[in-house]
């Protein structure tokens, strides 16, 4: 839709030319209009053929052999005229009638049938500010508003426009930014609020840089992998410097939680990137997966246990949604535990090139451990009454992949693997033919890959001990984790999706009114 530039009114009024029949010969008898001879002549002209009005198609024109004219005739007559008063030309005279010029219509007269443009409306359907008539002082309480749209609007708007014609809002200082460094992964995404709780993703990335690798062994950040890591965060800051974010966060996991040398490395980073990245706890970690999962749980389940298998730790949340329901999933966390272990520490004690079923057997065990030390308070979902409606939700590669295995996809989908079900068999099945390929069969895979190949059964050990824990007919997969938690955390807080409804402007107006008085 056209938007309509500053001082510019909408055309609500047509010509006679464009009225109906019915409606422009009552208007002519209201505003005292003579009929001579089947011509309608205004008060004060004369009959003798003067271009001062046109002749009414509401009467019995004739021409001078007397016969009517055909309907065709009259449209095409009425089609001419509009065009010669659009170029601001007198109407072209016919056999039957004078050439005439478009007269205005009188205050009060009913509009024709043209289609009139809606006033106050941008082109993202925004409201405006009311129209005022010319020569009519602005309200006060949008002359701000008003200066602000000018200054909105771009360089190929105000030529084509003459500098008048306000553009659309703008949607750069709407973009959210999260960088998740963990102990395999860096990852930064991008994102623009849309629909309530969703948002739009603008630009991604993702490298393994493998920041943990003989950290279980050394206690400290190996040099090579700190190199790795920082040139990964270079390319992230080159993404956030030329993106106008109006807010992010930048968080680092296990690896720099852990290491000896982590505050060392941060202050590294803050030199040559300038990224500032905070280490977040585990507690924290654990609700922003849940944060990021949120979309995923439907309103049949009643409680989920949520883990994130990660490289050097594993975050696992219960919750239960019996209870006072509400639409941020991480406030309905009713236990949590945080196992210090992950895909990247566990294949390097074990040996992840060569893994036979002995070897992944007893990394299962080694986790079972760590499970047993976890005694989460008895909670309704899971008091067995309703073992139909719990489930597992998986956020990490580690389901992932057995979801791209279970498709048996060429390449890896992220839209055919988020949100997918498996079954208990599934996950059976996709465990055996996992422990049957070797190093090589599993680089091979286009959903593993030559640099998850020494990762993959360890996350797979992680998970099976989770399903012997808490026994589930079904298990979710999310291709989502840290980094949409904390951009749903950020848009939630920041009423980033109140923002984006049709009437902020105007909200924004009255709260600042409200302010100043």
């Given at each position: 839709m056209k938007d309509l530039r500053d001082g510019e009114t909408p055309n609500v009024g047509a010509s006679l030319a464009g009225d109906k029949p019915s409606e422009r010969a009552s208007t002519a008898a209201a505003d005292g209009v003579k009929q001579e001879h089947g011509k309608s002549v205004a008060p004060g002209s004369s009959s003798d053929g003067t271009p001062s009005v046109r002749a009414s198609a509401s009467d019995s024109t004739t021409d001078k052999s007397g016969s009517a004219p055909s309907g065709r005739r009259r449209r095409r007559r009425r089609k001419s005229a509009r065009k010669d008063e659009s170029k601001g030309a007198p109407a072209p005279s016919t056999s039957s009638s004078p050439p005439v010029a478009a007269p205005?219509?009188?205050?009060?007269?009913?509009?024709?049938?043209?289609?009139?443009?809606?006033?106050?409306?941008?082109?993202?359907?925004?409201?405006?500010?009311?129209?005022?008539?010319?020569?009519?002082?602005?309200?006060?309480?949008?002359a701000g508003t008003a200066g602000q749209r000018h200054s909105e609007v771009s360089p190929k708007a105000a030529q084509a426009g003459g500098g008048s014609a306000p553009a659309m809002r703008r949607h750069a200082d709407d973009l959210y930014a999260a960088l998740d460094l963990g102990t395999n992964n860096c990852r930064l995404l991008i994102a623009q609020p849309t629909r309530p709780g969703q948002f739009r993703v603008v630009d991604a990335f993702s490298r393994i840089v493998r920041l943990g690798e003989g950290l279980d062994a050394t206690g400290e950040l190996s040099q090579d992998a700190m190199?790795?890591?920082?040139?990964?965060?270079?390319?992230?800051?080159?993404?956030?410097?030329?993106?106008?974010?109006?807010?992010?966060?930048?968080?680092?996991?296990?690896?720099?939680?852990?290491?000896?040398?982590?505050?060392?490395?941060?202050?590294?980073?803050?030199?040559?990137?300038?990224?500032?990245?905070?280490?977040?706890?585990?507690?924290?970690?654990?609700?922003?997966?849940?944060?990021g999962c949120s979309s995923l749980v439907g309103r049949e389940t009643d409680g989920l246990v949520l883990f994130d298998i990660g490289g050097g730790s594993s975050e696992i949340a219960m919750i239960d949604l019996t209870e006072n329901r509400s639409n941020r999933l991480a406030n309905h966390i009713k236990a949590w535990t945080s196992l210090p272990v992950g895909v990247v520490t566990l294949s390097e004690r074990h040996g992840g090139c060569l893994v036979t079923?002995?070897?992944?057997?007893?990394?299962?065990?080694?986790?079972?451990?760590?499970?047993?030390?976890?005694?989460?308070?008895?909670?309704?979902?899971?008091?067995?009454?309703?073992?139909?409606?719990?489930?597992?939700?998986?956020?990490?590669?580690?389901?992932?992949?057995?979801?791209?295995?279970?498709?048996?996809?060429?390449?890896?989908?992220?839209?055919?693997?988020?949100?997918?079900w498996l079954s208990n068999e599934d996950v059976d099945l996709m465990l055996d033919?996992?422990?049957?390929?070797?190093?090589?069969?599993?680089?091979?895979?286009?959903?593993?890959?030559?640099?998850?190949?020494?990762?993959?059964?360890?996350?797979?050990?992680?998970?099976?001990?989770?399903?012997?824990?808490?026994?589930?007919?079904?298990?979710?997969?999310?291709?989502?984790?840290?980094?949409?938690?904390?951009?749903?955390?950020?848009?939630?807080?920041?009423?980033?999706?109140?923002?984006?409804?049709?009437?902020?402007?105007?909200?924004?107006?009255?709260?600042?009114?409200?302010?100043?008085?």
């Open positions: 205005t219509p009188a205050p009060g007269e009913k509009k024709g049938r043209r289609r009139r443009r809606k006033s106050g409306r941008e082109i993202q359907g925004r409201p405006l500010a009311p129209q005022k008539a010319p020569g009519q002082a602005p309200d006060k309480a949008h190199d790795r890591a920082v040139e990964a965060l270079k390319v992230c800051a080159g993404k956030l410097k030329n993106r106008p974010v109006r807010r992010h966060r930048l968080i680092a996991t296990e690896a720099c939680r852990s290491a000896r040398n982590g505050e060392e490395f941060l202050a590294r980073v803050l030199r040559e990137t300038g990224l500032d990245l905070e280490i977040v706890t585990r507690e924290t970690e654990a609700r922003l997966a849940v944060a079923p002995a070897v992944f057997q007893a990394m299962v065990a080694e986790v079972d451990v760590m499970l047993a030390d976890f005694d989460p308070p008895p909670l309704p979902a899971f008091s067995g009454l309703a073992e139909s409606r719990i489930h597992l939700l998986g956020t990490s590669g580690t389901v992932t992949t057995l979801a791209g295995l279970h498709l048996d996809l060429p390449r890896y989908d992220r839209r055919k693997v988020d949100g997918l033919r996992l422990l049957s390929w070797d190093f090589e069969a599993r680089a091979a895979n286009p959903c593993i890959g030559a640099d998850r190949a020494d990762l993959v059964l360890a996350g797979c050990a992680i998970l099976q001990s989770i399903r012997k824990r808490w026994p589930s007919q079904r298990m979710r997969v999310a291709d989502r984790g840290l980094r949409e938690g904390l951009l749903n955390e950020m848009m939630a807080s920041d009423g980033a999706w109140r923002r984006s409804g049709r009437n902020f402007r105007y909200r924004n107006q009255r709260s600042a009114q409200e302010e100043k008085t």
